[in-house]
């Protein structure tokens, strides 16, 4: 079982793969105000997305997205309007938003499992 140091940017590393191999294009990743930290930040399409990954070595504990409740989510609203505010300051245009979720169950001993749950909040 990877150390729970590793398994958190493991599983940030293959969401980010999964969600490039769809067609995301990457902005950020793990992006940091004082207020917190968003994990990624892609564009789909005309959407900005901002992606709380969660990360698991196996199930016992439950689901990683059993992890995401709705107090997190409302951070990650907070956070992603922190963000588009920021860019708008810099002069650009921000577009739709949403928050996706994306788990990833990460046993050593067999391939990871990504489950992504797109539009949580939008």
């Given at each position: ?37 968003i994990?990624l930040i ?16 196996a199930?016992?504990?439950g689901?990683?997205?059993?992890a995401?409740?709705?107090?997190k989510l409302a ?16 002069g ?8 996706d ?5 990460a046993?050593s001993?067999?391939p990871?499992?990504i ?8």
């Open positions: 079982m990877p150390d729970t140091d590793r398994l958190g940017p493991l599983g940030e590393r293959l969401a980010e793969r999964h969600l490039l191999a769809r067609g995301y294009r990457l902005l950020e990743r793990n992006w940091r105000c004082p207020r917190g930290e994990d892609l564009q789909d399409g005309d959407e900005t997305v901002f992606v709380e990954v969660k990360t698991r070595s199930l016992g504990y689901h990683p997205l059993e995401i409740t709705v107090a951070r990650l609203r907070r956070l992603a309007v922190e963000w588009c505010r920021q860019r708008r300051e810099a650009e245009q921000v577009g739709r938003i949403r928050i979720a994306v788990a990833v169950v046993p001993d067999a990871a499992r489950d992504h749950l797109a539009g949580v909040f939008r």
